[in-house]
C-alpha cells in the first residue's frame, strides 16, 4: 500500500509521511468505551474493517491505535455527539465528499477536515479536482458510492477511484475523532496517523476557519 503523504501547498505529492511515530498512542475522549477497531467488524462498515485490517497489515502498530465505540446512531451527527459524549469539538474531524466533472466525467475527492472548519470547496478542491466547478456531493449519491452510512463517512474504506484529500491541521490533532462508515460508533486514532493513511494527501489550506471570512 502507498504511505500517506506530507502537507503540500495545493495537494501536489511529496515524501512520504511516517506512518508511525515512536510512543505513538491514542488517547480515550469523552464519556466511552474505547477498543480495539480491527478487532469489532460489526462496529465498521465492511469497506472500512478491509481496509483497516489491510493497513495494520503493512504497519502493525495500526491495530492498537485505531480504536472504535459504540455510540446512538440518532447522536452520529457531530453537534449532538460532541455535547452528549463530552468531546472537544475541535478532536471531531469530518469527512464530506465532493464532485464535479471534466470532460463528461465524474471526479470525485472526499475532503477531511477538523469540525470548527469548512472545506474550501470553490477554490482549492476545485483546484485539486481540476474542474471548472465542483459541490458537495448528493447524499444518496455519497452513500451508494462509498458504501456507508449518511453521517457515517470516513476516509478509511473508501472506493479506491476517490481521492482522498486531509486539511494539515489534522496532523495537529493529538486525537482525531472520525466515522466508522456506520452511524452507530465512531473512530478514534492519533491524528498524525490518520494523515499516514495509505493513498491520502495532506493539503495546506483546503479548510478555513469561517470566523476568519465573516
Known sequence: MRQGRRATRHGRRAAPH??????????????????????????LAPSTHAALVAWARDAPA??????VSASDPGLADTA???AAYRVPIEASVNCV???????????????????????DVNRVMRRLLDVRKCSFMPVDAAVAGSGMAFGGITPIGL???????????VARVPTALIGSGIRGS????????????PGAT?????????????
Do not use: F, N
Not at 35 to 40: E, G, L, P
Not at 189 to 194: D, I, S
Not at 205 to 212: E, F, K, W
Open 18 to 43: 511516517p506512518c508511525i511515530i515512536p510512543g505513538m498512542r491514542t488517547t480515550p475522549l469523552g464519556d466511552l468505551e474505547w477498543q480495539r477497531a480491527i478487532d469489532h467488524p460489526e462496529l
Open 202 to 214: 495532506l493539503v495546506e489550506g483546503l479548510a478555513y476557519d469561517p470566523a476568519d471570512r465573516g
Open 186 to 197: 465512531k473512530l478514534l486514532l492519533p491524528g498524525e496517523l490518520l494523515c499516514a493513511l
Open 159 to 169: 472506493p479506491s477511484d476517490w481521492r482522498v484529500h486531509l486539511d494539515a491541521r
Open 80 to 82: 449532538a455527539y460532541v
Open 62 to 67: 495500526v491495530a492498537d491505535l485505531v480504536l
Open 97 to 119: 465528499v465532493i464532485s464535479g466533472t471534466r470532460d463528461g466525467q465524474e471526479r470525485i475527492a472526499a475532503a477531511c477536515i477538523r469540525a470548527d472548519t469548512r472545506a
